[in-house]
């Protein structure tokens, strides 16, 4: 499922240009109106062999916005999407929003207009760009370093699918039967963002790929997003 929010400003909002931490605290806060459902979301979410899946992921901000010193500032609207394989979580989202607005800071805006969709993909090849850009990365041992991977790399699109199979099986239990293949396409430049989330950068990539698999995984990766991170503000992509 997928909810759209539009925030209309009587006033500019200002943010860190890296702002993804703060979107995300936003969303933890506005789930504990269900505590145990927040908790259990932000503590450990979907586990398999200790990795945690939140299952959720959110699309960078738009709006009419400028640039001044290392800020980005919204002049008079705001919007984002916010997407999940789990109805009740955007549901929980769209209520609360509704009944007690959205504190960016220490302001509460309530001018708000929403849309909850249950969009659904139906192919199994799909031209897509992404909204969010993507990430994947590994730590290996000897290093203790981490290498984020890049889309001219082939390791780049295994691990992509590597992740699915994961998240996948965190979510239903059991494995996918079959890969999904991403693969960049040629008259497409993926274009490279370093940013930072909290104290730490990432590297991640815009770009317009094919994405190919079973129907049910890519509505699965529709809603969940592709990488990893996707509850940080990555992966999240749009079918052209």
Not at 115 to 134: A, F, H, N, Q
Not at 190 to 203: A, D, E, R
Request: aromatic share 16%; hydrophobic share 35%.
């Amino acid at each position: 499922m997928q909810l759209s929010v539009s925030v209309q400003l009587d006033k500019p909002l200002s943010l860190p240009v890296n702002y993804n931490h703060i979107v995300q605290s936003i969303i933890y806060r506005t789930l504990s109106v269900v505590p145990e459902y927040a908790d259990f979301l932000h503590t450990n979410g979907f586990i398999l062999n200790k990795r945690q899946y939140k299952m959720f992921q959110f699309s960078q901000l738009t709006g009419d916005y400028v640039i001044r010193d290392k800020r980005i500032v919204f002049q008079s609207y705001v919007e984002f999407e916010i997407r999940s394989v789990e109805p009740m979580f955007l549901r929980i989202l769209g209520e609360s929003f509704w009944n007690n607005g959205i504190i960016f800071g220490e302001t509460v805006y309530r001018n708000l207009q929403m849309g909850l969709y249950d969009y659904t993909v139906e192919e199994k090849e799909l031209m897509i760009r992404m909204k969010s850009p993507m990430t994947v990365y590994s730590t290996p041992r000897e290093s203790g370093k981490i290498y984020y991977y890049n889309p001219l790399e082939e390791a780049f699109y295994d691990k992509i699918n590597e992740n699915f199979y994961r998240k996948y099986e965190a979510y239903y239990g059991i494995p996918p039967a079959s890969p999904v293949i991403l693969s960049n396409e040629k008259s497409s430049c993926p274009k490279k963002l370093v940013t930072k989330y909290q104290s730490n950068y990432i590297t991640a990539w815009y770009g317009t790929y094919r994405l190919c698999g079973e129907r049910k995984y890519l509505d699965f990766l529709y809603q969940t997003g592709l990488g990893s991170k996707n509850s940080q503000g990555f992966g999240m992509f749009e079918i052209l």
